[in-house]
């Protein structure tokens, strides 16, 4: 015998209960009303001893006041309402097993109990089980008890338990013969039954019958068919079987239930499951059903924790009826937003949390709730029919709620009826708590990858860029890969595409350290190889969790050359626009970052306006199970197809590759797909003007007239007099600080008007604060003014100072 069996047999009336146990009261009422069962757990609870309770009208000594009221406290899972009241489930006439919560009232004072009661069939004189707990014992912890452990006693005393213990598994759930001896006893004597309780559902869940009560009654029912078709006369006993119109309804009632839970949550699509939660239930269990979730469930946002108020914006997200098309679409659209006032039957279910049933909607209420319709008249819509208001609720947090309404020729919602919205709600809430928090973690995952991700503009100096990223997984949207394109002085551009092994967080936390490394060595404008150095360098001092593949490439489009070095990454193709053939580049494979120790090599490619260059990670060629040369000779062939745009030829390579993987028999695509095309367009000799000027300063002059020569030429008057100033002011500079090799100034006309003036001194230029009496440090000064953009940077042979000037529109 364990603890709790011995402080249910020795315990007082106030001694706590062992944690995970509720001691129960048990009574059983005969045929007559009058009770033949009154446990120990009913002397503490109700009071009156053993011997005074036996015999005595169950309505004597279980007076009820009635059921709790929604304004009282409901700080559990409260189970008002549950079933017909105390009161009339003692008085006889109860067929199936109910539930609730009452207020009686004891020799101890007014007690909130929860009560259930269980009819027993057979040819004993007993006719009810009714079992009883003080409320206050479910509030112990955390509030919410899942699940009663039991006791099992080995013994009773209770006349006539072995006949009971037979039909207990009649109307208990998932109990045997055998289980119901031991258990009939503890029931009877102990007050520890097996009981569920659900955080997320009213308690208690009702039980189904059993599988052997539905079989014997499928068989009684097909006895009768057969006596039937044959004319003869149905024997009373198939008549008189118990399975009556309330047991069939209950039976029916958890069968829709148990198919509506089949029906929704079948995708973790928000807005596929608001239309599976309403089309559930329309027209079985009501004929109208609208659908409302607060503002931030539809955006898939976190919400403050509280009670909805008056405020409080509700989505009407759904609407499904049975009425003739259209005739609630322009009185109640869906996608309209509005709060409800205090006093309506909606806010009170949603701040409550409890379902709120109106039998009937008088012309009144019908009155009242179109005045929160502007201009609009729902009253034809509503008055007459019978409404029910049940909460959409997840973790005690009302997400939403259902306006459930049906037509005045069908009857109305009942006690049943309300159970019933509110297991269904209890369920639709959970799948759309699970679509919400769902939606809220892929808008976190998106909007952290897009953040990691440059926003890249489709023309840079010399050439058209198109890039793609695709993640692995639905369920894993951020990933490791990364491309990116860095403007460098010169016009020319830096190509990057990069893959950190792993996949999730860790792994995209690593690739925005290594992105953000890359380009700011890329603005240094270090040499390939010696970015790659330095990249393995920093990947090392990180940590050695993390290995990284990167393939950086330098096009200068005046040289018309691409400069590139490999670090384990796969090779780029480069499509030639002579002939359209492509070719994977035969590139020194390298060691990925992270390895440290092995050295990088670069090479040059000589490029011709309008050949392509595709770089991508190992996602789009590779799946496992296939080789990669098989990725890589699909990537080759599908980037030489012809494309209207350079969107239209990223798209071309993917669907390719999807479809040789596909074919293949090899399944969708598990890892993340980063992908960049560069048109390499180049910049014409006739658009690039270079000068050589001698460290004297008489060449300032010159050098303002060649720009203004220049310029006047391209048919760009309209910049003379600025670039002219700034080119000035940058050649001054250079004759000053430059030590022996001359100086030299160039303009490219492409997107923008760049000048650079070259000198072979290697410190850089800052800008000063230059005071009105200063002679230096004004004329950075007036480069950041009157330039659209302007920098620095170090060569092998000193310093370039450069700016840009936008082009006067054509």
Request: charged share 25%; aromatic share 6%.
């Amino acid at each position: 015998m364990d603890r709790g069996t011995e402080r249910a047999e020795q315990g007082t009336a106030t001694e706590p209960a062992e944690p995970g146990r509720v001691p129960l009261a048990v009574v059983v009422v005969d045929r007559d009303g009058l009770v033949s069962h009154w446990s120990r757990g009913a002397r503490r609870l109700f009071g009156p001893p053993k011997e005074e309770a036996i015999g005595r009208t169950a309505l004597d000594l279980l007076p009820v006041s009635g059921a709790l009221r929604e304004e009282q406290d409901t700080s559990y899972a409260a189970c008002d309402g549950l079933g017909p009241d105390l009161g009339s489930s003692l008085g006889g006439g109860l067929s199936y097993p109910a539930a609730g919560r009452a207020r009686l009232t004891a020799p101890r004072g007014r007690v909130d109990v929860l009560w259930w009661a269980y009819p027993l069939v057979g040819p004993g004189p007993e006719r009810l089980l009714v079992l009883a707990a003080d409320a206050d014992g479910l509030r112990a912890g955390d509030g919410v008890l899942e699940r009663i452990a039991p006791g099992f006693a080995l013994h009773t005393d209770f006349p006539g338990s072995e006949d009971l213990a037979r039909r207990l598994p009649e109307i208990l759930p998932s109990m045997s013969v055998g289980e119901s001896a031991r258990i009939v006893g503890q029931i009877l004597e102990l007050g520890y039954p097996i009981l569920e309780f659900s955080q997320n559902e009213r308690v208690p869940v009702t039980p189904d019958w059993g599988v052997a009560r539905r079989a014997e009654r499928k068989a009684r029912r097909e006895r009768a068919a057969r006596a039937m078709a044959a004319g003869e006369p149905v024997p009373q006993e198939l008549r008189d079987e118990g399975d009556d119109l309330e047991y069939t309804a209950v039976r029916e009632r958890l069968e829709f239930l148990n198919e509506v839970s089949g029906r929704i949550g079948t995708s973790l699509d928000l807005s596929r499951t608001i239309i599976e939660v309403s089309r559930a239930v329309v027209p079985r269990f009501t004929d109208v059903a609208g659908t409302y979730l607060r503002e931030q469930v539809v955006a898939g946002e976190e919400f403050a924790d509280g009670v909805p108020d008056t405020t409080t914006m509700w989505h009407r997200v759904a609407l499904e009826h049975t009425d003739e098309p259209g005739r609630w679409d322009d009185v109640v659209p869906v996608g309209e937003a509005m709060p409800f006032p205090a006093h309506t039957p909606f806010f009170q279910c949603m701040t409550s949390g409890e379902p709120v049933l109106v039998p009937r909607i008088s012309e009144e209420m019908g009155h009242a709730i179109a005045a929160q319709f502007d201009k609009r008249d729902i009253r034809p819509l509503i008055t007459g029919r019978s409404m029910l208001v049940v909460p959409l609720k997840a973790r005690n947090v009302v997400l939403g709620f259902m306006i459930l309404l049906r037509h005045p020729e069908r009857p109305v919602f009942n006690d049943m009826d309300r159970v019933t919205g509110a297991e269904l709600a209890a369920r639709a809430g959970l799948v759309l708590d699970n679509a919400r928090m769902y939606t809220f973690q892929e808008n976190v995952a998106e909007t952290l990858q897009d953040s990691m991700l440059p926003h890249i503009p489709p023309r840079m100096a010399g050439c058209d860029i198109a890039t793609r990223y695709l993640p692995g997984t639905q369920l894993g949207r951020v990933g490791g890969d990364w491309f990116d394109a860095v403007k460098l002085h010169g016009g020319r551009t830096a190509f990057v595409v990069g893959d950190v092994m792993g996949h999730g967080l860790n792994s995209a936390a690593m690739m925005g350290q290594l992105r953000t490394a890359v380009q700011t060595m890329a603005g240094l404008d270090l040499p390939p190889a010696q970015l790659l150095r330095n990249l393995d360098d920093l990947a090392q001092r990180l940590g050695d969790t993390y290995l990284a593949t990167c393939l950086y490439a330098v096009y200068d489009p005046i040289a018309s050359e691409l400069h590139l070095a490999n670090a384990g990454h796969i090779p780029p193709v480069v499509v030639r626009a002579g002939d359209g053939r492509s070719e994977l580049l035969d590139l020194p494979t390298g060691a990925p970052i992270g390895v440290g120790g092995v050295p990088f090599e670069a090479v040059r490619v000589r490029v011709a306006p309008g050949d392509r260059l595709v770089m991508c990670t190992d996602g789009l060629v590779e799946v496992r199970g296939e080789d990669i040369g098989v990725g890589l000779a699909t990537l080759c062939e599908s980037a030489a197809h012809p494309a209207a745009s350079m969107d239209d030829a990223c798209d071309t390579i993917i669907r390719a590759l999807a479809v040789t993987f596909a074919e293949a028999g090899r399944g969708g695509r598990k890892d993340d797909v980063a992908l960049l095309m560069a048109r390499l367009n180049g910049i014409e000799p006739g658009d690039v003007a270079e000068w050589r000027l001698a460290l004297d300063r008489a060449e300032v002059g010159r050098a303002r007239a060649a720009v203004r020569e220049q310029l006047h030429a391209w048919g760009l008057a309209r910049l003379v007099a600025p670039a002219e100033l700034m080119a000035g002011e940058l050649v001054t500079n250079a004759v000053r600080h430059a030590h022996a090799r001359p100086v030299e100034l160039r303009l490219v006309r492409g997107d923008t008007l760049l000048c650079e003036v070259h000198d072979d001194d290697h410190e850089l230029p800052t800008l000063l604060s230059a005071g009105p009496l200063d002679e230096a440090g004004r004329g950075l000064r007036v480069v950041s003014t009157l330039s659209r953009e302007w920098g620095t940077s170090r060569t092998k042979a000193g310093k370039t100072v450069w700016f840009e000037l936008t082009l006067p529109r054509r």
